[in-house]
């Protein structure tokens, strides 16, 4: 299995990255919903809570405090540059970063308080196999809540280049598709349901924010910060300069004042155990 650091990125484990382009390419995104997948995993005070695809530890920097001193936060991620990059972020005993695949996590049954996933899921390999190891570690009446993306035309700043590479790599057309895979809200109540949840609920949050300009938007794409960039930088010079700037003259519609103003569309799943 590989890592999964976010929307579009798909590297082997252990592989470095760049955190600020990381940051530009999915982490502004990301932090807008982190509230949202709290609510909806009922996080309290004393909680013990297991947030699954940490990544730099977004979500679990915002679940500290609500559980206060007493609670306790695990972050894992299977990718250890991700676990060594929450560890130095966060600096607390409060949290535990934990080295771990979600499908095959290695704690015992029933407990977390909590369990949450904030844009991971969709690249497991097996979904499902996922949401059951949730499901087995959470005590009884506990919450699971998860955040994936929504369709590509729901989340352009994506889907936009993903839709353009998809055409120029075809044979690449599953990696550079996998942010999306999740993006059928009855298909993720489904798994929820076959997990053995209960009191599933799926909603649609969107977030908009703005790039200074289109070289804003694209200098992460450049620094192949995931697998939909990584797709772009493997392709020729000529490609990859045909790609920018059909990407380019699709974003006309977002530009507001030299400015691209996008917004995207998250769903955020939960249940009971």
């Known amino acids: 299995m590989s890592a999964t650091f976010g929307p579009g990125f798909h590297a082997p484990t252990g592989q470095a990255f760049d955190a600020l382009a990381y940051d530009r390419w999915v982490g502004r995104w990301s932090r807008a919903f982190v509230p949202a997948v709290l609510a909806a995993a009922n996080i309290k005070r004393g909680y013990r809570v297991l947030d699954v695809s940490t990544g730099t530890g977004e979500a679990a920097m915002a679940i500290r405090p609500v559980v206060g001193p007493a609670g306790l936060v695990v972050g894992s991620d299977i990718s250890p540059a991700m676990v060594d990059a929450a560890r130095q972020r966060l600096n607390d005993p409060s949290f535990w970063p934990v080295a771990a695949d979600g499908q095959s996590l290695p704690f015992k049954g029933e407990i977390f308080n909590a369990v949450v996933c904030q844009l991971g899921l969709q690249f497991f390999p097996d979904p499902q196999i996922g949401l059951t190891e949730f499901r087995r570690v959470l005590r009884k009446d506990g919450y699971a809540a998860v955040c994936v993306i ?110 691209l103003v996008m917004s995207v569309e998250m769903l955020i799943g939960s249940g009971r155990a």
């Open 150 to 259: 929504s369709t590509p035309d729901r989340a352009p700043v994506w889907g936009i280049l993903a839709d353009v590479l998809s055409r120029h790599s075809p044979e690449q057309r599953h990696v550079i598709q996998l942010s999306f895979a999740l993006a059928d809200p009855r298909r993720l109540v489904d798994l929820l349901s076959a997990a053995g949840f209960h009191d599933i609920r799926v909603e649609r949050r969107r977030h908009e924010d703005a790039f200074d300009s289109f070289e804003d938007y694209w200098s992460p794409i450049e620094a192949g910060t995931g697998s939909i960039p990584q797709a772009y930088r493997a392709l020729s010079e000529t490609d990859r300069s045909a790609v920018r700037e059909e990407v380019r003259a699709r974003l006309l519609q977002f530009e507001s004042a030299g400015r």
